[in-house]
């Protein structure tokens, strides 16, 4: 059993930056595949970035050149840093994670993880 828990969420005006954290209850020695999805009110929840054990990464394409997903391993955190903030990035965003992961599934933005932290809100103004 793996329990994640956000933090870093906060109010920014638009143009400015967030770093989010999600911290895992416990070092994962085999492969993970773990990312970031949010939700805004009415709307359906979307894969924003995912990262590999082996590195790779993906990202949605609203986000791609802004946002920033990375993993420290050392500290077991995963990290979402978000640049240039828009009023569309406002949401609830959640971390999640799949381990162990099957080396013949793809790691990618979209796929639905199997353990999913609390969420920490987003709120970017105009």
């Known amino acids: 059993q793996v329990q994640l828990m956000e933090s870093g969420g906060g109010s920014v005006q638009a143009g400015g930056s967030l770093r989010l954290s999600c911290t895992v209850s416990k070092y994962i020695s085999g492969a993970y595949c773990m990312g970031w999805f949010r939700q805004a009110p009415g709307k359906e929840r979307e894969g924003v970035a995912a990262i590999h054990s082996n590195g790779d990464i993906s990202y949605v394409d609203s986000v791609k050149g802004r946002f920033t997903v990375s993993k420290d391993n050392a500290k077991n955190t995963l990290y979402l840093q978000m640049n240039s903030l828009k009023p569309e990035d406002t949401a609830m965003y959640f971390c999640?994670?799949?381990?162990?992961?099957?080396?013949?599934?793809?790691?990618?933005?979209?796929?639905?993880?199997?353990?999913w932290g609390q969420g920490t809100q987003v709120t970017v103004s105009s």
């Open positions: 999640a994670a799949e381990t162990p992961f099957p080396t013949f599934q793809r790691c990618t933005y979209s796929r639905q993880l199997t353990y």
